[in-house]
């Protein structure tokens, strides 16, 4: 039985959200001098006009951070509250310890349960949902969901089919219990059919860093464009109406469209694909590019001014593995 066809008793809620991004940008101009590209093709080709690039030296944990900074901040929040911490990354800071556990030890708290989950650019929407499980649960009555990643750290500034897409950044949103309508559904599918045409190699068990030439590019990220672009169309529009269909709702019913920021062009296409007004669709890819699993919390960030309380949002993500799914939830603040 799922949470469609389920009478909740307690509701996860999004209280608070924060963002953060980089102060570094590196442009299409920029690009134009170490690779064989141009500004207009980037811009027709992805709707991206320039990303943001951490510092060297700094990681995924620092953006975390300044996002959860943020968002203490605004909403007048307190650390001291937080029963857990879930961080959507596929940059960690290192393989171990968690991110998230060294996200505490930067905050200073040491009372609360942090991990980590990877589900690469559909990561934000998976830690969502199990936030908001723990929240029903009643077992854990303040949970902070982070999506981070210093996905620039695995981009080969000479590849052209990498190096114009990503960028990094992180966001955050603090989730709490309601009886009023919140998270109402999400649905979260992998298959893991797609690991050819969109990965990182290395770094993991099977082409540790230790064994690699110096000029191996399994460090880097690569993707074949074209099988990505079509299965993140079909992947996406399907599971938005899925969702939407199992909660007998229509596309009329939803005010927002938050879809995962990765290419303009997927994006245009996801919203021709289920009908949904242009104007209803939430897009800040021109000025970060894809963050991976941050881009769903820092679009909805910067957004805020524009969705109102008790919104209908529809949010959607596609990433390797494959990975995808679509969330529905009832705007709160």
């Known amino acids: 039985m799922n949470k ?18 980089p102060k570094q940008r590196r442009t299409n101009k920029d690009l134009e001098k170490v690779t064989d590209t141009n500004d207009e093709w980037i811009t027709k080709r992805t709707g991206i006009k320039e990303r943001r690039i951490l510092e060297k030296g700094l990681a995924t944990s620092d953006m975390a951070v300044h996002a959860i900074e943020n968002l203490l901040v605004n909403y007048n929040k307190k650390l001291t509250d937080i029963d857990a911490i879930i961080v959507a990354t596929s940059t960690p800071d290192m393989p171990m310890p968690a991110t998230a556990n060294i996200i505490c ?27 908001a499980s723990l929240v029903e649960s009643q077992r854990y009555k303040n949970v902070v969901v982070i999506g981070a990643d ?14 114009i897409l990503f960028g990094d950044g992180a966001g955050a949103v603090w989730l709490e219990p309601s009886k009023e309508t919140g ?17 990182i190699e290395a770094g993991g068990s099977l082409h540790p860093y230790s064994e690699l030439e110096e000029d191996d590019d399994k460090k880097y990220i690569k993707q074949d464009g074209k099988v990505v672009f079509k299965q993140a169309i079909q992947s996406m529009s399907e599971a938005c109406l899925d969702v939407l269909n199992r909660n007998q ?24 694909q289920i009908n949904i007004q242009e104007d209803k669709t939430l897009v800040n890819i021109a000025n970060y590019g894809n ?16 969705i109102k309380k008790g919104d209908l949002v529809l949010l959607t993500a596609f990433g390797a593995g494959f990975s995808w799914g679509a969330s529905l939830l009832r705007w709160s603040i």
């Open 105 to 131: 030890e930067k905050l200073g708290i040491d009372h609360v349960w942090g991990f980590d989950i990877n589900a690469a650019c559909s990561g934000f929407l998976y830690a969502l949902d199990l936030g």
């Open 291 to 306: 963050t991976i699993a941050a881009t769903i919390p820092l679009c909805i960030w910067e957004n805020t001014s524009k």
């Open 4 to 21: 469609a066809t389920t009478q909740k008793n307690t509701y996860a809620n999004i209280t608070a959200i924060g963002g953060y991004v």
């Open 183 to 199: 998270v109402i559904d999400a649905l979260m599918q992998s298959n893991g059919q797609g690991r050819a045409f969109l990965n």
């Open 150 to 163: 210093k996905i620039s750290a695995y981009v080969n500034i000479q590849d052209r089919s990498t190096n």
């Open 249 to 272: 709702l229509t596309i009329e019913d939803v005010n927002w469209l938050v879809p995962h920021q990765a290419n303009k062009r997927i994006i245009d296409a996801v919203g021709k």
